[in-house]
């Protein structure tokens, strides 16, 4: 068994971002002026990828899939508490 992932706020907060970022982008529709949010995207990814959390190579192969479901499950962990 691997050993649990633990992600600092700050980069689990971004990846949402970055997830909340493409979900806009996907729905836009097509010749809608999406330049801002594509932009965005691509501020966030640049951000992402060079966090500090990422500094040994073998971190960003094994952590990504963990990132990307700490982020879901932080937010519906949100959805819930508010509701």
Do not use: K, N
Not at 37 to 48: E, K, N, P, V
Not at 56 to 65: E, L, N, Q
Request: proline fraction near 7%.
């Amino acid at each position: 068994m691997r050993p649990p992932f633990h992600f600092p706020e700050d980069l689990i907060t971004l990846h949402r971002a970055w997830q909340q970022t493409y979900a806009e982008l996907a729905q836009a529709p097509a010749g809608s002026g999406t330049t801002a949010l594509r932009r965005r995207l691509i501020a966030l990814s640049g951000t992402l990828c060079t966090h500090p959390h990422w500094a040994t190579p073998a971190a960003w192969r094994t952590g990504v899939v963990e990132l990307r479901l700490a982020a879901h499950t932080s937010e519906s962990a949100e959805r819930e508490g508010a509701a």
